[in-house]
């Protein structure tokens, strides 16, 4: 089988990777410079922006000049914006979905008309427990998350008939470098938000700080692969069950442990 993953020169794109090598797939990762990994993976990187265009269209004419068939793509590329929403500027917040979003959507469409023509295939794309629920200090790339949950989730009926599986991966926090790699800018502080900024930072930075390696996240893409009929959502982390039973059953209380966390961080 082969395998596609987008981001794949570091965090859970490299760890995914180098296990899916391990275990004896053909493994293509891509990396936005790939030179300056050149040795030092032990499978082919191939150049993605996936947020320019041309990239894009230059990668999947490069993929293809090389392989006949494509059985999985991970779409694991993009970054994160963090900061109080009134407090950052909406062209970051433009920025955050070319990438998280549209960059995610314009990687699949270039590869959909191989994998239609094959009439097989899987994809997966690795998105957040914070597409699924709402949390402070995340506004934007809580949005781009869940953006593309919903966009898949009607792709994936779309697709069915040309027997192409498509889920979904929403990690809670993980040691990897997207927080160590992630965006904030100020338009301005206000001074309204002042108390509670400083709590939203110290509650973010507690989940990061507490995080655990993305071991598990690796083994459920791993086994989602490994399934015929996998499931859209597949929320990977201690607590996602419990999270997600009091958004949906309990929201007073979500929303208290949510508000709790800031004021006691």
Do not use: C
Request: proline share 5%.
């Amino acid at each position: 089988m082969r395998h596609l993953i987008t981001g794949a020169s570091s965090g859970i794109g490299l760890l995914l990777a180098n296990s899916l090598h391990n275990q004896g797939f053909e493994v293509i990762g891509t990396s936005r410079e790939p030179e300056k990994h050149e040795g030092k993976v032990p499978f082919k990187l191939l150049r993605l922006d996936i947020s320019d265009d041309n990239s894009i269209n230059a990668f999947a004419e490069e993929l293809f000049r090389s392989v006949r068939q494509l059985d999985v793509l991970v779409n694991n590329a993009g970054y994160m914006v963090t900061g109080l929403a009134e407090e950052t500027p909406v062209e970051l917040g433009r920025q955050q979905f070319e990438t998280n979003f549209w960059g995610t959507i314009k990687v699949t469409n270039a590869l959909l008309p191989r994998l239609r023509a094959q009439k097989h295939g899987q994809i997966i794309t690795i998105s957040s427990i914070v597409g699924l629920i709402g949390p402070p200090n995340l506004s934007y790339y809580t949005a781009s998350k869940h953006a593309v949950q919903g966009y898949f989730k009607s792709l994936r009926f779309e697709l069915d008939p040309f027997n192409i599986q498509v889920s979904m991966v929403e990690p809670v926090w993980f040691k990897t470098t997207l927080a160590h790699n992630s965006v904030s800018q100020s338009s301005g502080r206000i001074a309204d938000y002042n108390a509670y900024r400083k709590q939203a930072d110290a509650a973010t930075q507690k989940g990061i700080d507490e995080a655990e390696a993305p071991d598990a996240v690796v083994n459920t893409i791993t086994k989602l692969i490994d399934t015929k009929k996998p499931k859209f959502s597949n929320p990977v982390g201690k607590m996602t069950g419990m999270i997600l039973f009091l958004q949906s059953y309990a929201p007073k209380m979500f929303e208290g442990a949510i508000l709790k966390s800031v004021k006691t961080a």
